[in-house]
């Protein structure tokens, strides 16, 4: 009888969560539009139904007060749910080192959505995250977009790819005894894509008895180069940012900047090069390749009309991630605006991973990805007291 009240409870319990939804906030950061004061945002079937003032609340939805709403939190770059919490081998999944160049591994092979960090920033409003193979390989692997809320592979990706990561820089010499220079660094890629761009276009003979046999490295490369995916450069010191846009340049791909620690002295070139940014985290450590890393980056790239998303990236030691929140309030307090930087984790990076028509703002038929806080969500003494992702209800404690 215990065991049948316990799941009769737990049955319960599951179904409030599940119930459609009403939040009524002091604040509404939409993200997309202005602050609406004293606004409703209303929640059915996973998806926001409607939001604004004056909104008559439906008969049986759950209703949560709160003084200040915003969108579920987007990190542009994080090897969250790969890298795990422990700092073991056996949780350390984001870097094979067994070669410098395997465009071939999936994310979506690597990523546990049961790993204790994915809960950790679940907690502090992050709902949706581009994860994936880590820094200090020419290329360590895929990435991908998936929500934070627990489940299976199958059940939490949005993208089981979207971008292929690389990295440009000391960390890769470090790692691998070949290459030991930048001028080797280039050289192996530029050697990958040649061979690259040859596959592709035996892979096009009209007579299919002269097409290559599948070649899974070459067929992800292949994507890069014909624009499907695009290219997530690690990149931090002016040198190896000049590199990958020389790179980008010569084999007509897209863009990204990953890191960007100098990128705030190389404004034109990247512009012109069309290339897209995701900065550093803002609390980042000033050495190595980011020894010249400028914490108002964020406002002066900004200020030069260049969309910027901040990532939490990667932390070798325990607890292993940054928290995208905390950043965004650092790179406010050094210069950015408070719109800027919500949107430097929310809107910029949804359309920077192409999912904007689902998350990143407060809109009619977007998924019901949603923060709640108990003040400013900048303000070190707040607390996230409510999350929910696709309309349920992930998180309801004040702490």
Not at 160 to 185: C, D, E, H, I, Y
Not at 368 to 377: E, K, S, T
Request: hydrophobic fraction near 40%; include cysteine.
């Amino acid at each position: 009888m215990k065991n049948i009240f316990t799941i009769c409870i737990f049955l319960i319990g599951s179904a409030s969560l599940r119930a459609q939804i009403a939040i009524k906030a002091e604040t509404i950061y939409t993200v997309s539009g202005s602050p609406i004061k004293n606004g409703i945002v209303l929640v059915k079937d996973g998806k926001i139904e409607n939001v604004g003032t004056g909104l008559t609340i439906p008969a049986g939805y759950k209703t949560f007060e709160t003084k200040v709403l915003s969108p579920g939190l987007v990190d542009a770059r994080t090897l969250v749910g790969i890298s795990g919490s422990q700092n073991i081998p056996t949780d350390q999944d984001q870097l094979d080192k067994t070669s410098p160049i395997q465009p071939d591994l999936r994310a979506i092979d690597a990523y546990n959505p049961e790993e204790n960090l994915v809960k950790v920033v679940r907690d502090y409003g992050i709902t949706t995250i581009h994860t994936g193979h880590g820094v200090g390989a020419l290329v360590s692997g895929q990435t991908m977009i998936a929500k934070t809320k627990a489940g299976t592979v199958e059940t939490v990706v949005i993208q089981p790819l979207s971008m292929l990561a690389m990295t440009l820089g000391p960390s890769v010499s470090s790692n691998f005894s070949s290459p030991g220079t930048k001028a080797k660094q280039m050289a192996m890629i530029r050697t990958e894509f040649l061979k690259a761009q040859s596959y592709t276009k035996k892979q096009s003979d009209k007579d299919t008895s002269k097409r290559p046999a599948v070649d899974l490295k070459m067929d992800v490369l292949a994507k890069v180069l014909n624009g499907e995916i695009k290219a997530l450069i690690t990149a931090n010191s002016s040198n190896d940012i000049m590199n990958a846009i020389r790179l980008a340049k010569e084999f007509n791909f897209k863009l990204v900047i990953n890191g960007a620690a100098e990128a705030y002295r190389l404004i034109p070139e990247i512009k012109a090069a069309k290339a897209e940014i995701v900065l550093h985290a803002t609390m980042a450590r000033n050495g190595g390749d980011m020894v010249n890393m400028n914490r108002e980056s964020a406002a002066i790239l900004t200020a030069a009309g260049m969309p910027v998303s901040i990532e939490s990236g990667f932390e070798a030691y325990v607890p292993k991630t940054r928290i995208i929140l905390f950043e965004a309030g650092q790179a406010m307090a050094h210069g950015l605006s408070f719109d800027e930087a919500l949107k430097t984790i929310t809107l910029n990076p949804a359309k920077l991973l192409g999912i904007e028509k689902r998350v990143g703002s407060i809109e009619k038929g977007k998924d019901a990805d949603l923060v709640l806080y108990n003040g400013d969500p900048f303000e070190y003494l707040t607390k996230v007291c409510v999350v929910i992702i696709d309309g349920v209800v992930v998180k309801e404690e004040c702490k």
